[in-house]
Nanobody, 121 residues
């Protein structure tokens, strides 16, 4: 069983910063990608940022230059530093892990429970 535990969400004024953390635990044979999605009020869940096993980073256009994704492979943990936050960043942020649990297992996506980020104007 793979579990993802998020922390760091909260309420912040526009222009402020938050740092989200996501720690993965359980049996994981290989991690392909790890990162963050978000779902704002009345919107679909969308990719915010992800990092591949190779270290390749992918950011949504709306957060480039403001958000920074980093990882600690030894702890199977990723961090999302969010600066210059805007009201439109308000959403539930979900940690995501894409990987396999065994050598010949199938690729699966695993999700955290989500952490609320609210940015006031």
């Amino acid at each position: 069983q793979v579990r993802l535990v998020e922390s760091g969400g909260g309420l912040v004024q526009a222009g402020g910063s938050l740092r989200l953390s996501c720690a993965a635990s359980g049996i994981i044979f290989r991690i392909n990608k790890m990162g963050w999605y978000r779902q704002g009020p009345g919107k679909q869940r969308e990719l915010v940022a992800s990092i591949a096993n190779s270290g390749s980073l992918n950011y949504a256009d709306t957060v480039k230059g403001r958000f920074t994704l980093s990882r600690d492979n030894g702890k199977n943990t990723v961090y999302l530093q969010m600066n210059s936050l805007k009201p439109e960043d308000t959403a539930v942020y979900y940690c995501n892990l894409n990987g396999i649990r065994a050598m010949y297992g199938t690729t699966s996506d695993y999700w955290g429970q989500g952490t609320q980020v609210t940015v006031s104007s």
